[in-house]
């Protein structure tokens, strides 16, 4: 193999490999991308069930009685 098949050999590798870490860049955004999307989602559904469980002690309060309820 002469020095110029070697070097045309090696640019196309180069170039492959290249296209194929774009690729992996692109797929790695999207990854982040659904890991803020699952962090967004997991903080609302906290969110949700803190505003679940405050309504429901206030309910609970007024039902009850703050004191536990009277006979």
């Given at each position: 193999m002469t020095p110029e098949q070697r070097?045309?050999?090696?640019?196309?590798?180069?170039?492959?490999?290249?296209k194929e870490i774009?690729?992996?860049?692109s797929d790695v955004r999207e990854l982040v991308d659904a890991w803020k999307a699952a962090g967004a989602l997991v903080a609302l559904v906290k969110t949700a069930a803190a505003v679940v469980l405050a309504v429901g002690v206030i309910v609970g309060a007024f039902k009850f009685g703050i004191n536990g309820g009277t006979k």
């Open positions: 070097m045309a050999t090696l640019e196309a590798k180069l170039e492959q490999q290249i774009d690729g992996l860049r």
